[in-house]
């Protein structure tokens, strides 16, 4: 029974973290001011949840992200496939792309409040870029990494034109290198999503330094705890998405 | 005989890759008759594929005419067999085959109609629901002709299309292409490196020998079909074109 042995040490490991962690403050050997113990999170939990503010954190968190995941991920596998497939596109875009893709996302933020005011779309921005090179690399590098004997077979079928090509070869052929960059995204947005609310637009990172900033830790760790949560969601809902969109795999 | 469905030319291709020029073919006259079996063979790189892709639109000549005369109303006149199948992966086989007909302007329907009637015909009537790797190397190849037929074309082109297969497979599939072409009466050209496999299918089998790649000899194979192989008029086609390809090389 390895999968049921590997399953109890995954729940073992665990709760040998919780206990560790619970009695790192109660033995007194860290401030509990400075790391709440688990057991008091589930209260604070319940709490945020009576204030109304979990509910609404959470939602604008999600629209944020939603949103920003779409937009960057969007331009980034559209302008990864014109990169992937035009030569003169990945020329004239080479030294742009290297001047702007070390930007980190946070850098962006001063731009943001200044182009969209404290506003979703800020977030929203800030998020769009946080995932935008990471699809556009990944991308760009399935398409270039396309069978070309498979593109050749399209040709010999009469199918010459690049949208031809695009639909018929390139696209489902670089569908898992694709999608592996947007796991990496889904991610890499939650990130995102943090900076992107650290300087006031509402949300589950406002939320996160509004209570850090009162030395309510516990708080703090109820949204570490639901980021985790809910990316654990997104990405086992992705994983369930790939399999199905690659069940042509061996 | 009447007209020939293909007439090839002076036929040249050569290419300048870092600075060295290379020439695969040079100055090659070739016609093939309406409902002919021609076989290619000759050395690996002497070209012989490179005729087919010519012919398909994969390579362009750098000199010399080809002409085609498909019947009337023919969309697709040619359409090619690859060597190693080249299924798309992420369709089913019946989408595979259907593959070629997407731009023909037949509704849905009707194409996978008529992938339904390639796949019987190549015996797999069964596996139109499977992904191509659930497929053994010589199903995929039968997908890859019922793909090419799909289109109807006049000329079947195949260049090598059964030289990875175990021979016993191999045998079985060269049974199968004259009992499609008797059925379909398709002009076929056929590219191998294999004289028995030549002898046992073609009514011609021209040699293309040298570098630049020309016709270096033609046998003309009058054994009635079905063909039992090791049939002693075909042991003697075989010894023939064994002679003729030995004489090219010691003449080289």
């Known amino acids: 029974m390895p999968a049921f042995r590997a399953t109890a040490l995954s729940a073992l490991g665990l709760a040998a973290f919780l206990v560790f962690w619970e009695a790192m403050p109660r033995l007194g050997l860290i401030n509990p001011a400075f790391l709440p113990p688990p057991s008091t999170i589930p209260a604070a939990f319940l709490k945020e949840i009576a204030l109304g503010v979990w509910g609404e954190a959470v939602w604008s968190s999600l629209s944020h992200y939603v949103v920003g995941l779409t937009v960057g991920a969007g331009a980034g596998i559209g302008l990864g496939l014109l990169s992937g497939m035009f030569f003169v596109f990945e020329a004239v875009t080479a030294w742009i792309v290297r001047l702007l893709r070390p930007i980190p996302g946070l850098a962006w933020v001063p731009f943001a409040i200044i182009w969209f005011g404290v506003q979703p779309s800020a977030a929203v921005f800030i998020i769009a870029i946080g995932v935008f090179w990471i699809v556009f690399f990944a991308t760009q590098g399935a398409v270039r990494g396309v069978d070309r004997d498979l593109v ?17 070869i390139l696209l489902p052929a670089a569908t898992p290198g694709i999608l592996v960059g947007l796991r990496t995204a889904l991610g890499q947005a939650w990130m995102a999503v943090v900076a992107a609310e650290i300087f006031g637009v509402p949300g589950v990172g406002a939320r996160m330094m509004q209570a850090s900033s009162l030395l309510s830790t516990d708080i703090v760790v109820v949204y570490m705890l639901t980021m985790a949560g809910l990316y654990g969601l997104f990405d086992t809902g992705f994983v369930a998405l790939q399999g199905w969109l690659l069940r042509w795999r061996a | 005989m009447s007209s020939p469905i293909i007439a090839i030319q002076g036929l040249s291709l050569a290419y300048e890759r870092e600075g060295v020029r290379n020439t ?3 100055d090659l006259d070739l016609t093939i008759a309406r409902g002919e079996f021609l076989v290619i063979v000759g050395e690996s790189g002497v070209g012989k594929s490179t005729v087919l892709r010519v012919l398909i639109g994969l390579a362009s000549p750098s000199a010399g005419t080809v002409r085609v005369e498909p019947r009337p109303g023919c969309r697709t006149p040619m359409a090619l067999v690859f060597q190693d199948a080249r299924l798309l992966p992420w369709r089913r086989v019946i989408a595979n085959v259907a593959f070629g007909l997407e731009g023909s302007g037949l509704a849905k329907a009707q194409r996978l109609a008529k992938a339904r009637e390639m796949l019987a015909l190549v015996g797999l009537a069964d596996l139109g629901h499977r992904w191509p790797h659930q497929l053994s190397g010589g199903q995929r190849q039968r997908v890859a002709i019922a793909r090419a037929l799909a289109v109807d074309p006049d000329v079947l082109l195949m260049d090598e299309p059964f030289s990875a297969l175990d021979s016993f497979t191999r045998e079985g599939l060269q049974d199968e292409l004259q009992r499609i072409q008797a059925a379909t009466g398709k002009t076929i050209l056929f590219v191998t490196h294999d004289i028995d496999e030549a002898v046992t299918l073609a009514d011609r ?13 033609e046998v003309t194979v009058t054994v009635p079909r079905p063909r039992r192989r090791r049939d002693g008029a075909l042991l003697e086609a075989a010894r023939q074109l064994r002679a003729e390809l030995s004489g090219r090389s010691a003449e080289l």
């Open chain 1, 152 to 168: 050749e077979v399209a040709q010999a079928f009469g199918f010459r034109s690049p949208w031809a090509r695009l639909t018929k």
């Open chain 2, 24 to 26: 695969i073919l040079a």
């Open chain 2, 205 to 217: 089998v021209v040699v293309l020998a040298g570098a630049p790649g020309r016709v270096a000899a």
